[in-house]
């Protein structure tokens, strides 16, 4: 006989796995450090490629006064004038990244929370 | 109100019913639709405004992800801007690719927008953006109308500046630094990014509030904040936007706004309980509106074949007449049946011929015992029934509950006739 209830729960699980459930049983495997670190360096990698894109631009803009004063600016403070630029930006983006990666993986973990107490329930209703 | 509501709940069943078909024809439109634009706008590759082309990559884009739209989209115009000069491609290329890396990672969904904002803008609607996210986005939202903006006022400034473009022919560098002056320099481009963004937050703020018409006023206080800071920015910068359409865009993004929130958030504050109650650690004060539906009257849509329904009398006829031939009195009343029955499915269709067929069942039954007398009184009932129950439904032709209460009459007390004589039998 149909169990009504049993049905619902089954539908909504399977709704559930079918749209959200699947990147968050895939989120679910690994710890938050592993999770958290991974999209950091991912995030890392992102950051580096745009501010090369935007140093590159920066350079591109006034190409020629950069090639004529080359020779006389102090290269050095220039590389370190860069290298803050680029640890403020990367920086600055990896710690956003950490927030918004580490709210997500909680919001993951409760959902899947309540999944996993759904299936224990319907383990239950089988067992009746 | 009601009507509308009624047809609100006909789309929406609609779609349910179709989405499967539905939703790759929606991502063919608007692939179709933002490849029409921007080879409208920015048509400088004569060779892909061909519409087969056009045809082709719409139709791709049709059962590929609603992703891949922006991303041909985005394929477009660098195209065209590649026929029109390459610097102008290298920049719009890494502009996009910057917007990619930074901000889109984290909201892929969001992606849609990034195209969405610039055809709005196309479309003289562009206020609708800020509203419309506002009210069922989240404030992350404003970094995806602000690239949408962005972009289009890049596009726009390469558009309206092509021919000084074009007059600065090897001058590579001398066109890189205009193309990025264009876009850093864009006054109007700061200060509509700035209105958006506040708009966005705005309608955020007063749409979580927990008053009625939350939404209503949030699209209100939003729009006039948008007119505001945008008349406030053309005042501060010369931004030389036109009034009159600010004024007329805002509106019709208004009621577009309000059409969004028909579809999204429908309540009926007439209604509106509030409760209070405690637990443990908790007291609760619960404001409950009901949201505004009502149930569509349902069409039951009947198919008469007769042809069909005829076919199932005359299978039934042998069957009957090979039962009748053991007993008299069954014959008689089995042919008055499937009389009763021929003339039903002539006058009704389907569910009258099932119910023939129960009759005839019911016939089949009497004439089951074969030996015994009683067996006629076990079965002359289900007969009664069975031809009463044509009787009702010649009565009343029309209306379906009362035949298949007729039918399902006729069948159960067919079943208590087999029942009583298999009783008969035992005893």
């Known amino acids: 006989m149909l169990n009504e209830e049993r049905i619902i729960l089954m539908t909504h699980m399977a709704s559930y796995e079918e749209h959200e459930g699947k990147k968050n049983v895939i989120v679910g495997n690994y710890f938050r450090s592993d999770y958290i670190g991974f999209q950091v360096l991912k995030s890392i990698i992102s950051a580096s490629i745009a501010f090369v894109i935007v140093f590159g631009m920066f350079i591109f803009y006034d190409f020629e006064a950069f090639m004529q004063d080359i020779y006389k600016m102090d290269l050095l403070a220039f590389a370190k004038n860069v290298l803050i630029a680029y640890f403020l930006m990367v920086g600055g983006y990896a710690v956003v990244t950490y927030i918004v990666y580490w709210i997500r993986y909680n919001k993951v973990k409760k959902s899947l929370k309540c999944y996993y107490s759904n299936l224990k329930k319907l383990s239950g209703i089988y067992e009746k | ?427």
Not at chain 2, 51 to 70: E, K, N, R, T
Not at chain 2, 146 to 169: Q, R
Not at chain 2, 229 to 246: F, H
């Open chain 2, 1 to 427: 109100m009601t009507k509308l509501l009624v047809a609100r709940e006909y789309i929406k069943n609609f779609y349910s019913k179709y989405e499967i078909y539905l939703w790759p024809v929606c991502k063919f439109l608007f692939a179709f639709i933002a490849l029409i634009i921007i080879n409208g706008e920015i048509g400088y590759m004569h060779r892909i405004e061909n519409m087969a082309i056009v045809l082709v990559v719409a139709l791709m884009c049709s059962f590929l992800p609603m992703g891949c739209a922006v991303v041909f989209s985005g394929l477009f115009v660098l195209l065209h801007l590649y026929a029109l000069s390459m610097e102008c491609a290298l920049v719009a290329f890494m502009l996009m690719l910057v917007m990619v890396l930074l901000y889109f990672r984290f909201a892929p969904k969001d992606f849609i927008i990034l195209l969405l904002t610039p055809i709005a803008f196309v479309l003289k609607i562009p206020y609708i953006m800020p509203l419309a996210m506002g009210l069922v986005g989240t404030p992350a939202s404003l970094f995806s109308v602000g690239c949408g903006t962005i972009l289009y006022f890049f596009l726009n400034f390469i558009n309206e500046n092509n021919t000084t473009i074009n007059a600065m022919e090897d001058e590579i560098a001398a066109k890189f630094r205009y193309l990025i002056d264009g876009l850093i320099d864009n006054k109007a481009m700061l200060v509509t990014v700035a209105a958006f963004a506040v708009t966005l937050i705005v309608v955020y703020v007063i749409r979580r509030m927990s008053v009625d018409h939350s939404w209503t006023i949030a699209m209100v206080a939003g729009s006039l904040v948008n007119v505001m800071m945008l008349l406030i920015g053309d005042l501060m910068y010369d931004t030389k936007v036109s009034i009159v359409g600010i004024l007329i865009g805002s509106i019709v993004s208004f009621f577009l706004a309000k059409a969004l929130q028909f579809f999204v958030f429908s309540v009926d504050y007439s209604r509106t309980e509030r409760v209070q109650f405690e637990d443990d650690e908790y007291y609760y004060y619960v404001k409950a509106i009901p949201k505004l539906s009502v149930a569509t009257p349902a069409k039951t849509v009947k198919k008469i074949n007769t042809q069909k329904s005829q076919n199932v009398v005359t299978k039934t006829a042998p069957k009957t007449v090979n039962t009748v031939n053991n007993t008299g009195r069954a014959r008689t009343e089995t042919v008055h049946t499937t009389g009763t029955a021929s003339t039903a499915s002539r006058m009704g269709g389907g569910t009258y011929s099932t119910a023939a067929s129960h009759t005839t069942g019911a016939s089949h039954t009497t004439g089951a015992p074969r030996t015994t007398g009683t067996s006629y009184s076990a079965g002359a009932r289900p007969h009664t029934a069975a031809s009463r129950t044509v009787g009702t439904a010649q009565e009343s032709a029309r209306p379906v509950s009362t035949v298949r209460t007729a039918n399902s009459v006729a069948g159960r007390t067919a079943q208590r006739g087999d029942e009583r004589g298999s009783l008969n039998r035992d005893k």
